[in-house]
């Protein structure tokens, strides 16, 4: 990860913004931490691979930053209640910021797909990126002109489908359903922006 100073001095942009990202243990949720750390916000690191996120964690403290672990499974819901705990224990009372990044592809033809494989990477990709932000929820609809925002990671599969990736494609188009459900439900009244990104694979 990069050791590049804050892109916004003095403080960054997100100075006072507590941010859970899933997933943050490596690749982008990893360098997604590090970028938000630097522009100031306290990051919370969510991801099953507990030695990975304390890697992550120690490159974000000795940059400056300000992170914490919570490693558990996305999956499952007394994990997801307690990472929304320790979150607000954490930030003092708010959630700022939502990253669902947490994600991998089971793959095979639909022909040989299993019901374990089926209903786990629609669970990872679509169920608990719902369930974490409806644990959140009571610290989104709120109206104290804080920013708040929630991006769900997508893939170009949930547009456009793959061969050998049939769930995994029903999992992300899914949480662009999701996203846009939210961005209207939350949007008018409380201000909070809902976005889907989608990386290129």
Not at 122 to 132: C, M, R, V
Not at 156 to 166: D, M
């Amino acid at each position: 990860m990069s050791s590049t100073a804050s892109l916004n001095f003095p403080q960054g942009m997100l100075a006072g913004q507590t941010a859970i990202i899933t997933g943050a243990a490596q690749g982008i949720g990893a360098e997604t931490a590090a970028i938000l750390a630097r522009e100031g916000c306290k990051i919370v690191i969510a991801d099953l691979d507990a030695a990975r996120a304390k890697t992550t964690l120690e490159a974000i403290n000795l940059n400056g930053g300000s992170a914490i672990v919570v490693a558990g499974d996305i999956t499952n819901n007394d994990y997801i209640n307690e990472l929304v705990r320790q979150t607000v224990q954490f930030s003092g009372g708010k959630i700022h910021i939502i990253i669902n990044n947490a994600g991998y592809a089971w793959d095979d033809p639909i022909e040989k797909i299993q019901d374990k494989q089926w209903e786990t990477v629609i669970n990872i990709h679509s169920t608990a990126p719902f369930k974490l932000i409806r644990a959140a929820a009571p610290y989104f609809m709120v109206k104290d002109g804080e920013p708040r925002s929630i991006v769900n990671v997508s893939s170009t599969s949930g547009i456009y489908g793959n061969p050998g990736q049939a769930s995994y494609a029903l999992g992300k188009a899914g949480l662009v359903g999701l996203t846009k459900t939210i961005a209207q439900e939350w949007g008018p009244e409380y201000g909070v922006r809902v976005n889907s990104r989608i990386p290129l694979y």
